[in-house]
């Protein structure tokens, strides 16, 4: 399994874009890289997943450079409601994924 | 549309009493199927996965253990609780190919 680093917190105040950057050296070539929110005392809800470039949806956006090496989550606008826990996971289609301690995001007023 | 259910919300056992949680999964064939557990302030930690009736796959040794009586029901158990097993448990599961995890809402157990 790839390992994952990403920060342990961050602060940003409602209406700003918060870019979260994960860092997986190891990456092997099937893996994907997904993330997930989790709010307290709620199961983690994915997010967004991609592999290469970049994947945009309703929630979020996902940056991922050609070595593929990192990727970076981006949050337009936030509102205090995404005030919650961050995971970044990397692996491939069939392997059970290891939660890291993810990135506590505090959405200020 | 699929869904998950995971029953009790919350629940408080005495140390040495038995355990029962269980998980059902509606609106799909043979999903892979996951036990976790997140102590307070952590990660979330794999305990048991399953990608079949009867078939169980420990991660990590503890008092704890699974089953898998049908195809989308998931049971935790241990048969005397300990205070380190208090946390929040979270049934999960993901289509054959993997491609993302869906949570069913957790238990939070407090072994007292």
């Known amino acids: 399994l790839a390992k994952t680093t990403q920060p342990i917190s961050m602060d940003s105040y409602e209406g700003q874009e918060v870019n979260i950057t994960c860092s997986h050296n190891?990456?092997?070539?099937?893996?994907?890289i997904t993330w997930y929110q989790q709010f307290p005392s709620q199961g983690p809800r994915f997010i967004i997943q991609?592999?290469?470039t970049k994947v945009t949806n309703e929630v979020a956006s996902l940056f991922i450079p050609a070595d593929r090496k990192s990727s970076t989550l981006s949050l337009p606008r936030v509102s205090l409601s995404d005030t919650a826990v961050y995971y970044c996971?990397?692996?491939?289609?069939?392997?059970?994924?290891?939660f890291g301690p993810g990135t506590r995001l505090s959405v200020l007023p | 549309s699929q869904t998950i259910h995971q029953w009790p919300a919350t629940l408080v056992q005495p140390v040495g009493s038995p355990l029962s949680l269980e998980c059902t999964v509606e609106?799909?064939?043979?999903?892979?199927l996951y036990w976790y557990r997140q102590a307070a302030g952590r990660g979330l930690q794999l305990l048991f996965y399953?990608?079949?009736?009867?078939?169980i796959s420990s991660e990590v040794p503890q008092n704890l253990s699974a089953s898998r009586p049908q195809d989308r029901q998931f049971i935790l158990s241990s048969k005397k609780l300990l205070l380190s097993d208090s946390g929040f448990y979270l049934c999960?599961?993901?289509?054959?190919?993997?491609?993302?995890?869906?949570f069913g809402s957790g238990t939070r157990l407090t072994v007292v």
């Open positions: 399953s990608v079949g009736i009867g078939q």
């Open positions: 609106g799909t064939s043979n999903p892979n």
């Open positions: 996971l990397v692996g491939d289609r069939w392997q059970n994924f290891v």
């Open positions: 190891n990456i092997a070539t099937n893996d994907y």
């Open positions: 991609g592999y290469k």
């Open positions: 999960a599961w993901s289509p054959g190919q993997g491609l993302g995890y869906t």
